[in-house]
């Protein structure tokens, strides 16, 4: 099974950015669509940003503006570029396709 690793996560202060990677062992994301996922403490699971297999992206109405989901396929990797992060933005980043498992994320913190 085709495993994803995510990173790029760290404690940033509001209105600073970061950019979330999503590396896959072998090329999926041409053929699956991919999710960024986050989840705070006490709440749900909540999908961010998709894009496409056609590399079309879509976003949560609370990042749109502020959060770009882009795709490098030569290097099997998608990216979350997180722009003008806010203390809400703060939870755990995971990305999925539908074949593939959660992994561990990466936490992500915006705090002064």
């Known amino acids: 099974q085709v495993q994803l690793v995510e990173s790029g996560g760290g404690l940033v202060q509001p209105g600073g950015s970061l950019r979330l990677s999503c590396a896959a062992s072998?090329?999926?994301?041409?053929?699956?669509?991919t999710g960024w996922y986050r989840q705070a403490p006490g709440k749900q699971r909540e999908l961010v940003a998709e894009i496409t297999s056609g590399g079309y992206p879509n976003y949560a109405y609370s990042v749109k503006g502020r959060f770009t989901i882009s795709r490098d396929n030569a290097k099997n990797t998608v990216y979350l570029q997180m722009n003008s992060l806010k203390p809400e933005d703060t939870a755990v980043y995971y990305c999925?396709?539908?074949?593939?498992?959660w992994g561990q994320g990466t936490q992500v913190t915006v705090s002064s």
């Open positions: 072998r090329s999926i994301f041409t053929i699956y669509d």
């Open positions: 999925k396709t539908r074949s593939t498992s």
